[in-house]
Every structure is written in C-alpha cells, then in structure tokens.
C-alpha cells in the first residue's frame, strides 16, 4: 500500500512560479511509476507529467517547457516544478502512483493517490 501526501500548492499571479512535493511512503521493494495530475473544475483530469521507475519522462503539451517533474534520489519524494504558471492551471493537482513490472511500460491507470492540493493562478 503506497501512502501520498501533496503539499505546495497556493495563489499566484500568472507568470509566477510554485514547487509542488508528494511524500511517498509504503510499497517497499517495488517499482512504480509516478504521475501529477490536475483537474480544473467543469473540467476531466488531465495527466500533467509522468517519470516511470526507470526514470523516463513525459509531459502534457500543455506544460512542456514550463513544468518539470523530479524525485528525490531514495524515490520518497515527487516533484513538480511549475514555472511561468498561466491562469488556465488553475485546479487541484494530484500526486498519483502506480506499480510498474520490470521492463514494461506504465500502466495507463493508477491506483494510489493523493488527496490533491489547490493551485490558483491570477491573471
């Protein structure tokens, strides 16, 4: 059982710049993918940045070149770094996980979450 926790979210003006962290405990001994995503209201969630166990990385277009996803190097921390943050990634954004089997790809649901964290960006 993996426990996420997010923290780092707040208000910003559009522009500004906000690093958010997901503390990861449990699921000892295994390989797992992790992903952020957000979800806006009105609006479905959306996958904002992934890096799987083997440390490959991909982004939303939406995002790419603005944001940027890391860990720790004991893997029990997440990161995303969102820089030139624009009003429309304003949404509650979420740390989430999955167990990748070695040399697979991820698995495209993930089944550990976290209880999200606000980001509001002001125009």
């Known amino acids: 059982q993996v426990h996420l926790v997010e923290s780092g979210g707040g208000s910003v003006q559009a522009g500004g710049s906000l690093r958010l962290s997901c503390a990861a405990s449990?699921?000892?001994?295994?390989?797992?993918?992790m992903a952020w995503f957000r979800q806006a209201p009105g609006k479905e969630r959306e996958r904002v940045a992934r890096?799987?166990?083997?440390?490959?990385?991909i982004y939303a277009e939406s995002v790419k070149g603005r944001f940027t996803i890391s860990q720790d190097n004991a893997k029990t921390t997440l990161f995303l770094q969102m820089n030139s943050l624009k009003p429309e990634d304003t949404g509650t954004y979420y740390c989430?996980?999955?167990?990748?089997?070695?040399?697979?790809?991820?698995?495209?649901?993930?089944?550990?979450w976290g209880q999200g964290t606000q980001v509001t960006v002001s125009s």
């Open positions: 449990g699921g000892t001994y295994q390989r797992y993918c």
């Open positions: 890096i799987s166990s083997y440390g490959s990385i």
């Open positions: 989430a996980a999955v167990s990748q089997s070695a040399g697979s790809w991820c698995p495209s649901e993930y089944n550990y």
